[in-house]
């Protein structure tokens, strides 16, 4: 094993708090596999805020800086955690990695399916780990629900899933972390691969491949965005919302359904059925079973949550355990920076790379690619390339 990694963190708005929790959560079980000796945000201020928050548990100060550039040639990071906005993820990552460090990045891992394929190659081409941070499947609950419905089929075979979440929930564009994620140029769609790439890394990683996907999508909130980075100001254009089906390889049915612009009753259900029984999420639908689950059998015996988790934890071995868990550690953020740091000490892959992050980025493009086309598209067409047509603008865009 080498010596400890130094990570620096690339961004350090929004989403970077959780990680900074995680960066806090694992080593205060102990873990010290790497030193956090940078903070990277475009924004001098909130960069050093990031540094002070991690000095205060950390023990030592990282360093501040304005760009990846200035970062690079400082020489003081081995990796990055890339916690930019949708649209910075493949320049970042691209820069850091031809400069020789292993980057984790957040996901989507990168704005386009062509983008997310250019920070891969960029991770071969120079020998780099590249990860991708998805919290949602480290989580203890979400843990336990792939094996109860994998490795225990408490539920039989899955044959159909029912997820909707309605609500009349306008976005805040006057918050600069929504500034950026109304337009699609900027964060390269709607809550179809934003909320929804937890959903889609999910779906697959619970039940494989998928053959057909078709959406249909309705953008009822076109508001003006005044001051977003890099257009100025721009109608706000990403859907709000969408009816999907997804047939997947093994004939199962998924039925995902969204509205944020719907006044009056609200709805939030996520329920799996098996050959011999349901399993229903007790948390945010899109977060698959990360608030934990409860099961139903054919005579109408329940499991609670409680009682998976305790089954499922009872069946792992203790180095089952260190490798899901860490050092003990529950916290899903700090799971996953554990697990890229690791990896790149032992040289083994992470549990998310680059292209489990492209497969499910894979998927949300997909029902983009249809409701653009108007007629159900193949998910492999769609991961190859060969359908682009939603894409193709913002790939030109940027240049990829």
Known sequence: MSDTIRLALVGCGGISQAHRNGYKAIMAAGCREFAVTACCDVL??????????????????????????????AGCADAADICTPHYAHHACAIELLNAGL????????????????????????????VATAE??????????????????????????????????????????????????????GGMIMDSGAHFADMIQHLFGAVDEVACDTRAFDTRLIEGAPVLGSARADVEDTWQITMRFKSG????????????????????????????????????????????????????????VVEQYMKSLSEADKQRLFPYGCLDCFGIEVWDFVNSIRTGRQPEMDGMEGLRSKALCEAC?????????????????GRIHTFQKPIDDFWKL
Request: proline residues 3%; charged residues 20%; positive net charge.
């Open 44 to 73: 001098r201020e909130r960069a050093e805020k990031a540094a002070a928050d991690i000095a205060a548990f950390q023990g030592s100060t990282p360093r501040v800086f304005t760009s990846v550039t200035e970062l690079i040639a």
């Open 102 to 129: 292993h980057v984790m990045v957040e996901k989507p891992i990168g704005i386009t399916v062509r983008a997310s394929k250019a920070i891969i190659a960029a991770g071969k081409r120079n020998r780099r780990v």
């Open 135 to 188: 919290q949602v499947r480290r989580c203890q609950n979400s843990r336990a629900a792939e094996w109860a419905l994998n490795t225990r089929k408490l539920i039989g075979d899955v044959r159909l899933a029912i997820v909707q979440s309605v609500d009349n929930g306008a976005f805040n564009y006057d918050l600069s972390a929504f500034k950026w994620r109304g337009i699609k140029l900027l964060v390269g």
């Open 252 to 307: 199962l049915l998924v039925n995902w359904a969204y509205c944020r612009s719907a006044p009056g009753q609200k709805l939030a259900t996520a329920l799996y059925y098996g050959t011999q029984g349901s399993m229903r999420d007790l948390g945010f639908p899109f977060h698959c079973f990360q608030g934990g689950c409860e099961v139903t059998l054919a005579d109408g015996t329940k499991l609670s949550n409680a009682e």
């Open 368 to 384: 983009f690619e249809s409701a653009t086309l108007g007629r159900p598209v193949k998910y492999d067409s769609v991961l190859s």
